[in-house]
């Protein structure tokens, strides 16, 4: 297939409107008694509806048999090639909080350990200390570790988990994991892994130590790890990329933090997803890209309630016709990856799509299912290709060749 | 997807015969009041019998979302990769006019412009001269502008639009275009943007320089404006490639120019459907391959006249038997893309194709059409690997690997 990145060479503007409404995990798997998926069980008459007037298929965020991610799982939506741009795992930490990153930051995973009074790790996890105590830590942190010239960032995420982000020129990501993996053992030592990367070492070898003696009175979070190390990476935006003025509506933080990655703007007042339209309707006039991400499919598929799951689509399927009613140009309903009740998580299976345009071929799905996709006008197609074909049906893209 | 270049390495020889009937332009949209396409609104008994009997699918000629020109698309269909192999818009104006071109040619397309007493540009077109003006001035400049040791060669294409060709060793394409792209500017200068370009720059401005003079007494056409430089690019040949001795069947002057840079063999004796077909019979003792265009079902939906591209496309099924007749080995029925009456241009929709061979395994579309095609054996899959398949289909490819 052709590189995704060809259409950023044949991108016009006009005032169209492109809006991607993305149910989070929505593909997935029968039950056994009624062998029917999630989609198939549920009652949908909007997106049935829709379907019918459209072109529907469906998508392979990165490949055959395989997993994605969020972050690549949305990339891939959105237009960038997920294998080529896969995104470190500091910097998913980060968009996962929604943290503002700069180009001078190295993001790293922390997480709080017990050590014993020889130094040995006894729980990697320190007994999961509670987000309140996480949060104290932190903040302790963040007043006594000072590192010369850089700016030390303590972030907590959830639990021992938190983000731990060195802002400064000329730091490298190139550092050995200092969590050995195993109770019984000392931490490792970040070492650098190339030359360029010494001087981060040093720093990080100081900050441990001053981190100790910080956490040295904690009963549990008596020690930090560090891995996911992560240099900040700018991306081509969607503006610069395809000339388009974005919005990101999504509930969730690390959606929010995947939309900024990519240069979009950002919402941060919606909770639900009537929530979520209500914002769609009030910023329509202003951008010509929307990006609606809808979490609970996902998350009562990693739940592996199978009903509740069901019932997340029938909601989203009542409230569909406060998006059609705003007739943007192109409107896509997808998901960004398959996750199944069955399995309690993301999957490779491909992903059921929806593409509403005027200028669509339509085929003869009349209901949105992932069986019915299978014959749709759009095929089994790469995740990564649906933004061109959302600029073409936008009327965005001009020619390729005389 | 693979390399379509892979098939090279593959290729045996033998006297099978393949016929490529590409009517230009094929691929549709629905008619709002009837929801079927123009090939569905079609009666076509004969190319249905064909589809029943085959292989069917739908091509996309470069990418999902991506519009081909006619270069592109004729390239994808011959098995050239569409975007490696991207032409450019010199050579594509010579293969407009079916110019012969040479290792040694810089293609130039040259606009004819009015330029007042300042030397500001106040027609950019030239008042859109005839056509016949344009052939009288051609000819003039061919007498008078001389080069040392350059051929020049200045041919009229239409308007105020021609062809300039220089011709010699050593000549680069690397200039900027000299049209201002504004009237109340003067022309720009045709300067070299690499070092090795400079030679080249100073014939330009000598020629501009001359081509002024010999313009001087010309009410409208007094200046010229120089774009779309392009070296000529030798591509191996569909021999070379793939051990055939091709025929191109063409009435329009840019498919015949197309299929002369792969190297074919061409007919410029054809006006009408009936003509190449004739032409097709005539000759299909003294080929292997054979390229036959049929123009109109474009022509008519670039038009944006819905009811006469479905009459052409029912003028063609009436004359598939006299195809079908001489029982080629392969035969293959499609479009280079979609020219939708509706959007009255190229779009980006995939094209219907039949492959009719023994070695089909056919599956249960019973109709030529695009929704029918959706569900045919060839799935939906890029032109560039038509080519290939239709090489294994003719027993012309042998088994890769052991």
């Given at each position: 297939m052709i590189d995704p990145e060809i259409i950023d060479t044949l991108v016009v503007k006009n005032t169209s409107k492109i809006v991607f409404f993305i149910m989070d995990g929505l593909g997935g798997l029968p039950q056994a008694d009624t062998g029917?998926?999630?989609?198939?069980?549920?009652?949908?008459?909007?997106?049935?509806?829709?379907?019918?007037?459209?072109?529907?298929?469906?998508l392979d965020p990165v490949g055959y048999g395989v997993t994605p991610g969020?972050?690549?799982?949305?990339?891939?939506?959105?237009?960038?090639?997920?294998?080529?741009n896969n995104v470190g795992r500091g910097i998913l930490e980060g968009a996962g909080i929604d943290f503002p990153m700069t180009e001078k930051d190295l993001l790293i995973r922390l997480n709080f350990a017990t050590i014993d009074r020889a130094g040995l790790i006894i729980d990697r996890r320190a007994g999961r200390i509670d987000t309140e105590t996480n949060r104290r830590i932190c903040s302790a942190l963040r007043d006594h570790v000072r590192l010369e010239?850089?700016?030390?960032?303590?972030?907590p995420v959830k639990e021992h988990r938190?983000?731990?982000?060195?802002?400064?020129?000329?730091?490298r990501e190139e550092i050995e994991e200092t969590d050995p993996q195993k109770t019984g053992l000392p931490p490792l030592p970040p070492k650098a892994t190339v030359p360029e990367a010494v001087e981060t070492e040093s720093l990080l070898v100081d900050l441990i130590t001053q981190a100790k003696k910080v956490l040295a009175g904690e009963p549990r979070a008596n020690m930090i790890l560090l891995r996911g190390y992560a240099k900040y990476r700018r991306f081509p935006s969607i503006t610069e990329r395809f000339g388009l003025n974005p919005l990101a509506i999504?509930?969730?933080p690390m959606y929010r933090g995947i939309a900024r990655l990519l240069g979009m703007n950002v919402l941060t007042s919606t909770n639900t997803i009537e929530d979520e339209i209500a914002a769609?309707?009030?910023?329509?006039g202003r951008h010509d890209f929307f990006f609606v991400h809808v979490k609970p499919t996902d998350s009562r598929g990693e739940d592996g309630d199978f009903a509740a799951k069901v019932k997340v689509i029938e909601q989203v399927d009542a409230l569909?016709?406060?998006v059609t009613g705003l007739n943007p140009e192109v409107l896509v309903v997808t998901g960004d990856h398959s996750t199944p009740a069955s399995l309690a998580s993301h999957s490779w299976h491909p992903v059921p799509a929806i593409l509403a345009a005027n200028t669509c071929r339509p085929d003869r799905v009349e209901r949105f299912g992932e069986r019915d996709c299978l014959c749709g006008g759009l095929g089994r197609m790469p995740t990564v290709h649906l933004m061109g074909?959302?600029?073409?049906?936008?009327?965005?893209?001009?020619?390729?060749?005389?």
């Open positions: 029917k998926t999630e989609l198939e069980t549920a009652r949908t008459p909007n997106l049935d509806a829709l379907a019918a007037r459209s072109v529907c298929g469906l969020s972050g690549p799982a949305h990339f891939a939506l959105f237009g960038y090639d997920p294998v080529r010239g850089v700016e030390v960032i303590f972030e938190a983000l731990l982000v060195l802002r400064a020129d000329r730091l999504a509930s969730y769609l309707e009030e910023n329509y569909l016709p406060r074909l959302a600029l073409a049906h936008a009327r965005r893209l001009e020619k390729f060749g005389a």
